[in-house]
């Protein structure tokens, strides 16, 4: 095992053409954690302004950033600003009125091309963690990015706007984990199998991570994968696979649909492309009660009384709020790349990964280790096209970037890889162990 280091030449490469003040859109966990790391770096990213619905979780995030001393410059401009983010002229009126060249879209999924359409409209680069997401549509067929995104393809290479999709971790880092894979590891990579691993424990009965109604739409339709080329549909909880991965030991995890495999699928010449994801027995269960009482539906429901409600966003409403879990977290997460092919004419198999620990993510910024590992790639990505490494002036997915500079600057800001070998017939056995778990549906 080792890890891959940090080239020290990108502190100055691109310094000639800076970009200059930040927007980050979002003041939840993972808004938490671009704050503070924008924070870190505002001598390069230079006035930045965190905007949200609900101002005051931008003021509280600014006053833990001012308590920590976060502030590379300390007589930087941070600034609060409220915003409807569905509202594209607002979000243009608001990069227009604070002067922003890098918009961090880090609101939820709902709002994406929103924001991208006031990034078109001002010319300012725009980032977001996720794919785009259609209220009235669940799991819709793939690939999800062409049936938004990338419809703006052209209009970001006409306008010069540089556009970055899904640079959180999965999707981001593992994108460029492949990416770097492809060009350096392997001759040919016959497959790519993406392992998210949260062995932390956060103490509530029952949580999401993440945006409830955002989690829990990744996982109540079919689960695509991209397996001999061409789309494959399994449903949720049906296939999964155990592994002893760094850290974490023997973890198990399920076969889901997620947002990467839809650009990798595209943009790597790989046949066999899945994503994994770790769910204990509890919240299976849990999750499967939710779905079979009609609680995990999108589709509102009437009451006695003639109110419309929708069970989905009634849930996120009862449910502990994501950004409240930090303090009692405690374990580490392991989310990385098992790559198999070839190279010089034999057989190998890697994993490329990073380790986080909730606990010290939330002693730096106040966030669990779910949110920092979305919310530093974000801002890496600003930090980036602030140097120019990252400026193309068009729209890309992160395995279309170069990887390398990505991960070199992550290796100094607090998401450090490391490459295992893991070839020969026991690894194999050991990473490749996957079974039908029709009990479990």
């Known amino acids: 095992m080792f890890t891959i280091g940090y080239h020290s030449h990108l502190l100055t490469e691109g310094l000639c053409d800076m970009k200059r003040n930040t927007l980050i859109i979002g003041a939840g966990g993972v808004g938490r954690v671009a704050a503070h790391k924008c924070a870190q770096h505002n001598d390069l990213l230079g006035d930045v302004h965190i905007a949200s619905r609900t101002i005051d979780k931008c003021h509280s995030i600014i006053d833990g950033i001012h308590e920590k001393g976060m502030l590379q410059n300390p007589h ?66 793939p690939p999800w990015y062409a049936n938004h995104e990338w419809k703006r393809k052209r209009r970001c290479a006409q306008n010069g706007v540089t556009a970055i999709l899904g640079c959180g971790f999965d999707p981001g880092v593992v994108n460029a984990y492949a990416a770097l894979a492809a060009q350096t ?65 023997r973890q198990t995890a399920y076969l889901t649909g997620h947002d990467e495999l839809h650009s990798l699928s595209q943009h790597l010449d790989v046949p066999d492309i899945r994503f994994w994801m770790g769910f204990d027995a509890h919240y299976i269960n849990v999750f499967n009660v939710l779905r079979n009482i009609g609680l995990l539906s999108e589709k509102p429901v009437r009451l006695d009384d003639g109110r419309q409600v929708v069970p ?7 449910l502990p709020d994501p950004a409240t879990l930090a303090a009692s977290y405690v374990g580490k997460t392991c989310i990385g790349n098992l790559v198999r092919g070839v190279k010089d004419g034999g057989a190998r198999e890697i994993f490329i990964y990073n380790v986080t620990d909730h606990v010290e993510a939330c002693a730096e910024v106040g966030s669990q280790g779910i949110s920092y590992t979305a919310g530093v790639p974000a801002a890496a990505a600003a930090i980036l096209i602030a140097r ?41 056995m050991r990473f490749g162990q996957e079974a039908e778990s029709q009990s479990l549906a």
């Open 76 to 141: 930087g401009v941070f600034r609060a600003h409220q915003l409807d983010a569905m509202d594209t002229a607002a979000t243009q009126a608001l990069i227009e009125q604070t002067g922003a060249q890098i918009v961090i879209n880090l609101g939820h999924a709902f709002v994406n091309m929103a924001v991208l359409e006031a990034c078109l409209n001002t010319g300012a680069a725009y980032i977001d963690t996720a794919i785009h997401e259609d209220p009235a549509k669940v799991c819709e067929a």
């Open 388 to 428: 120019g490494v990252w400026d193309v002036r068009k729209m890309v997915n992160v395995e279309e970037l170069p990887c390398q500079p990505l991960i070199d600057l992550l290796n100094q800001i607090g998401l450090p890889t490391h490459v295992r070998e893991t070839g020969g017939a026991a690894a194999l």
């Open 185 to 249: 590891y392997f001759d040919k990579v016959e497959s790519i199998d993406i392992i998210d691993i949260n062995a932390g424990s956060h103490g509530r009965y029952f949580a999401t991570n993440f945006n409830p109604e955002i989690n829990f739409r990744e996982f109540t339709g079919q689960v695509w994968s991209w397996q001999g080329g061409q789309w494959k549909a399994n449903k949720m909880f049906e296939v999964s696979r155990t592994d002893d991965l760094p850290v974490v030991g």
């Open 312 to 318: 989905l966003q009634l849930l996120k409403a009862v």
